[in-house]
């Protein structure tokens, strides 16, 4: 069973820097993209950034500038670095992981974290 578990969010003061993590675990043979959504209360669940296993990434227009991800393949774990945190960068933020297999040949699954809280204080 493959598990995405983030860590990292928390409470920030707006200007401040917060570093999420998130590990897949389980047994897995290879992953495709990993990345970042977030989800404010009352809104849709929203892309934040995404990077392939080769390192390419795409960024939302909001966080571009302030937000870097990035990825360690070798321990299937991705990293959001957030600086300049704003108040309207409140919200949950999941990490995903897309085209997951565990054996070479064996169909693919997309996987979500449990979500992990940020809160950016004015």
């Known amino acids: 069973q493959v598990q995405l578990v983030e860590s990292g969010g928390g409470l920030v003061q707006a200007g401040g820097s917060l570093r999420l993590s998130c590990a897949a675990s389980?047994?897995?043979?290879?992953?495709?993209?990993m990345g970042w959504y977030r989800q404010a209360p009352g809104k849709q669940r929203e892309l934040v950034t995404t990077i392939t296993s080769g390192g390419s990434t795409n960024y939302a227009d909001s966080v571009k500038g302030r937000f870097t991800i990035s990825r360690d393949n070798a321990k299937n774990t991705v990293y959001l670095q957030m600086n300049s945190l704003k108040p309207e960068d409140t919200a949950v933020y999941y990490c995903?992981?897309?085209?997951?297999?565990?054996?070479?040949?064996?169909?693919?699954?997309?996987?979500w974290g449990q979500g992990t809280q940020v809160t950016v204080s004015s």
């Open positions: 389980g047994s897995i043979f290879s992953i495709g993209a």
């Open positions: 995903n992981a897309k085209d997951v297999r565990v054996r070479v040949y064996t169909p693919k699954y997309d996987y």
